[in-house]
Every structure is written in C-alpha cells, then in structure tokens.
C-alpha cells in the first residue's frame, strides 16, 4: 500500500502560504461584519436563509472566490494544505456564520479528502486533488457504528475481481450533499462473507446514470439545508486503481482516516457555540425587556461558565489536532477524546445559555433567532451520541496500557500547545491505531511535582495549586482503577465501568490541554489574556465540576476579570475562542 508520507510539504511550484492568522482574517474580511444587517453572510442573512431551509445566498461563490478549496488540498498538489489547524481555523470561521455552509461547502469534503491524503496512491491523491480543485465536492458514504471497530456500509457488497476492482451490489447509508458530491469514498462489505471490507474512491463521472438516488428534504433522515440521497448499485463492474489501501483492509483504512479526522468538526463546532454565546451577551447588554440583566448572578454565571467551557475544548482541540503532526504515534487516544467530548460540552453550555434569555429565547428573530439557529447547528453536528460511544469503543481498550506505562512519563514538547508555531508535515505512516504512550496526561503529576514553580502567587496561586492536586489525585485513582482492568479481555472491557473510566479519562485530558496551554504556549505575549491564571483556573474549574470534585471558592478578581474579557471580547467583534480573532476582519465592531 502506498501512502503519502508528506502532507502539507511545500513544493517548489507554489509559493509559500501566508501565516494562518493571516488567512483567517482574510476570510473574516471575505464574510464581512456579522452585524450588518445588509451583509449576505452576517447573522441576519443567515438566519433568514435558515427560516427558508437554504444556504445563505452568495455563500459559496464567496467561498470559491476566496479559494477555500485549495485549503484542503496538500501544498505539493498544488493546494495551500500545510497543516490540519489552518484548514479547521478557516472553517471554524464559516460556522460562525453558517454551519450547514460550512458543512456543504467545506468539513464534508476535508473529511472524505482525508482518506484520499492518508491511503490513497500517488495516482489517486492527484485525482482527488483535481476534482477539488476544478470546483467539486466529496463525501462520505458510511457510518461508524457505536461499539468502535465496526462501520455500517449500508447493504453494500463488492465481490473483488482477482486483477482488482470488483462488482458492487446494493445501496448505501444515507450521504449528505450526494446529488452534489462529485466524488465518494465507500465502505463495501465483501460479498463471499469473510467479514472483510474495501475502501474505495469512485469518480461521480464513473458512475452509472441513475447510481445518485436523491432524498426527498421532507423525509425524516434528511440533513436539513443541505441535500442528501444515497447509491444504488446493481452488478455494477468497480473501475480497476479505486481500491483505497489493499482490499479487504477497508476497515484499517477507515479507522486511520477517522483518527485524523475526528477533531476536525469539533474544532469547527467552536464556531457555533462563540456565535450563540456572542447573542447571548449582545442581548445582555442591550438590556432586552425579559433578559437577565448583566447585574444577575445566574446570568454572569452561566456566561462567564460557557466562555471557560469553550476555552476548554478549544485546548483540548488545540492539543489534538497538532498531535497529528508533532506526535501521530499517540494521537489516537487525544483524537478520540476530542471527539466524545468537545461537541456534547458545547451543546450542554450552549443549551444552559438560554436561561438568561428567559422567553425570549423561544424568539425567532434577530440576536434571538441567532442564539436559537446556532443551538439547531450543535445539536445536528457530528459525532452525535452513535459516533461519541465509537469514541469512546476506541479508547476503554488502550487505557490499562496507558495507566500502566505513560501517566508518568516526560510531558509532550511545548509546540503542541501553541497556536501560532510552525507544524512539521503530517506523516500518514506514522499514526497508530494503538498509541504507544500518553505525554498529554502527564502534564498533570509534572504540574504538581513542580507546584512551587508556577508562574502565580497571591489567592490564584493557592486556588491552581488545589486544582493541579485534585486533578493529579483523580489521574492517580484513574490509573488504580484502569490497571485493574483486563487489558486482554475486550469483553470485560465493553462494559457501564470501562466507558465511564474512559469518559473521565476525556476530562482529564482536556484539563491537561488547558494547564499545557498555559505553562508552554504562546507566552511571549504576556499581557495576554492567556497569561492570566483566572481563565485557566476557571476552565480547570469546569472540569472539576464535571468530574464531581469540589470547584474553587468564587473569588471577585477572577470573576470579574473573565466577565470582562467576554464583555470585551463581545463588544469589540472578537472571537471568544482562544485565537481572539477580529470577526469580518476590519474595525471592531461596535
């Protein structure tokens, strides 16, 4: 099997890319103030194009103007891919706006493309390269099933040809954007009953006329806003070179493109939640009759808990997604980890949100409307509840191992908690299914075997020395409890127990992340918001909170010091992420 060992590499035919940030804000300037009421692609637009289950009208003109797709296209294949961070950043930035836009027009490709970029021959990757680049979209036409190693292919069957290829019979699992995709990758069972399975990458224009079978919008198990059908084969002979992997290895392949792949919407998804929390805090200062006003304790409360919430998972997310790059080998349990808990955090802060609308959170229109659409967006996200229990399939089996070997071992290099340095290429071969080590968790015992050394003194000090220590004892009792386990016996595993071990394992992860984010990211701006202990304190504190460990006592300074950073933030026209970026890329709004 022939992978690419260099993705994101720079080629000699197309110039250096521009710094991330910088792309970013380019597309900001591209979508405009989200606050123009005249602006296509500000909120009002787009919740007026939600009421009328489209897209937002010149949504994706812009989007090829401004050459989004070349974003998921590896520099060396004439695309600017460099690394997986910028690609999820610039889409972060279209859920913001719309998520079924960013959806149709972006995450659904990136995520099919993957399979492409991590299996696929040179052949094949230039292909796909192409098809993206000429202006066409792919998708994925399978689902991961919730008891982890397995994947729902439809009734689809392939009956291999032994010069290759095959012929494919039946249909498959509902795909989104299919009456638009120009390109699929399949999952097909084998039909001689070994249990194998092929991956493939099929051309639309290889297709039989009447293959794309076109969901009706009313049916039930429509994608809203975006078209959705599904393939239909009947003895249909499979092109020779669409074989992705070697065949029968479909589900290897799969399961690699999904350790790469399984942050990437999440990250996204931070988009949505900043959206609502940004009408939520609008509406606030406004003093909108029947809001709480920004005097209220609940209110402060549940605004200053979702801003640390989103801090939380963008951290986790942040570790992750550059793990890809800088540590492939133990990626897969980080991944994983992000994609059972980022989305499932989002929507529950999110949802909490609509307590300090009061009624008028049932509104539909402006700021109101708004929080409400971007509310709809999170609960239609992937990985929903069957791909957050894949997840976690994935990570009970490896958790006696870890405990046993890595809880304690040297913590990952700094550049895995930095937003801005510079990603080596992603290295394909590299990843692991089973990691062979855990550097993220460790962060936690070195965090409280040096708590004397920790850059803050004063009531924050003794607040973030309590937390690391609760949070190393509850690594500690995690580890008692994972080494017990029978690292052999996958069915003792599967059980209530190993997946709520696995669940706390995801929290503690993030609250590695966010104590990584803080001792070694980009420090040298250091009256940032970031060098400030009472986020991180904050977001440690939410943690707690899930985990059932006592919070830290409220203290005015730290309340009032992140109340004011979301003010601000809101005020402003910034992000509330951890990339504080200028929304529509001008003057700030007001």
């Known amino acids: 099997m022939t992978r690419s060992s260099d993705i994101g590499s720079l080629s000699e035919a197309v110039p250096s890319a521009v710094p991330s940030a910088d792309r970013v804000a380019a597309l900001e300037r591209r979508l405009g103030d989200p606050l123009d009421p005249d602006n296509p692609l500000g909120h009002a637009a787009a919740l007026a194009a939600d009421r009328r289950g489209e897209l937002p009208l010149g949504g994706e ?11 998921i296209v590896p520099q060396r294949l004439g695309g600017r891919l460099t690394g997986l961070d910028t690609a999820t950043q610039l889409l972060r930035a279209v859920f913001r706006r719309d998520f079924a836009l960013g959806r149709g027009h972006g995450s659904a490709s990136l995520v099919s493309a993957v399979f492409a970029w991590c299996h696929g021959t040179p052949e094949q990757q230039a292909r796909t390269a192409r098809l993206l680049l000429d202006g066409g979209r792919l998708s994925v036409a399978f689902q991961n099933m919730s008891y982890g190693n397995e994947f729902s292919s439809g009734d689809l069957t392939l009956t291999p040809a032994p010069q290759g290829g095959g012929v494919l019979d039946g249909r498959t699992p509902l795909i989104a954007n299919a009456p638009l995709a120009a390109g699929f990758v399949l999952l097909a069972r084998h039909a001689d009953g070994d249990g194998a399975h092929s991956a493939l990458l099929l051309d639309r224009a290889d297709l039989p006329p009447d293959a794309v079978r076109l969901l009706s919008p009313y049916d039930a198990t429509a994608v809203r806003r975006l078209p959705a059908g599904f393939l239909e084969f009947v003895r249909w002979p499979v092109p020779a070179g669409s074989v992705l992997g070697a065949p029968g290895d479909g589900t290897a392949v799969a399961l690699r493109s999904l350790q790469v792949s399984r942050p990437l919407v999440p990250s996204m998804a931070v988009g949505c939640a900043d959206t609502a929390l940004r009408s939520v805090v609008a509406a606030v200062l406004e003093r909108a009759p029947g809001v709480r006003p920004l005097t209220s304790r609940y209110a402060r409360r549940a605004i200053t808990s979702s801003f640390a919430d989103v801090l939380v998972c963008d951290c986790l997310l942040l570790a992750a997604i550059r793990s890809l790059h800088l540590l492939p080998e133990e990626s897969s349990v980080w991944t994983a980890a992000a994609m059972c808990l980022v989305v499932r955090m989002l929507q529950q802060s999110t949802g909490d949100l609509a307590a300090v609308l009061g009624p008028r959170a049932l509104q539909e229109d402006g700021g109101f409307g708004t929080f409400r659409k971007h509310l709809r967006d999170l609960s239609e996200i992937p990985p929903g509840p069957i791909g957050a229990a894949a997840a976690l399939a994935t990570l009970v089996p490896q958790l006696p191992f870890l405990a046993r070997t890595s809880w304690t071992a040297a913590t990952p290099p700094p550049g895995l908690f930095s937003a801005s340095a510079p990603l080596p290429p992603l290295d394909p071969g590299r990843l692991d299914l089973a990691a062979g080590g ?24 003794e607040a973030l020395r309590s937390q690391v220590r609760a949070l190393a004892a509850e690594l500690r009792a995690l580890g008692e409890e994972c080494r017990a386990l029978p690292e052999q016996d996958l069915a003792a595993l599967a059980t209530p127990h190993g997946y709520a071990l696995a669940e706390r394992y995801t929290l503690l992860a993030a609250a590695a992340a966010c104590l990584g984010v803080w001792l070694h990211g980009d420090r040298e701006r250091e009256a940032d918001f970031l060098s400030d202990p009472a986020w991180l304190i904050a977001a440690l504190g939410r943690v707690q909170f899930r985990l059932g460990l006592p919070e830290p006592a409220a203290d005015d300074r730290r309340g009032e010091a992140l109340l004011a950073a979301v003010v601000e933030r809101c005020t402003q026209g910034r992000s509330l992420d951890l990339y504080d ?9 007001a």
Do not use: N, S, Y
């Open 61 to 71: 003109p812009l989007l090829d103007a401004f050459g989004l797709r070349e974003e």
């Open 438 to 461: 855990d550097t993220l968790m460790a962060v936690l015992p070195h965090a409280e075997a040096a708590l004397d050394t920790l850059p803050v003194t004063g009531p924050d000090g």
């Open 581 to 589: 970026v200028l929304l529509g890329g001008g003057p700030a709004a």
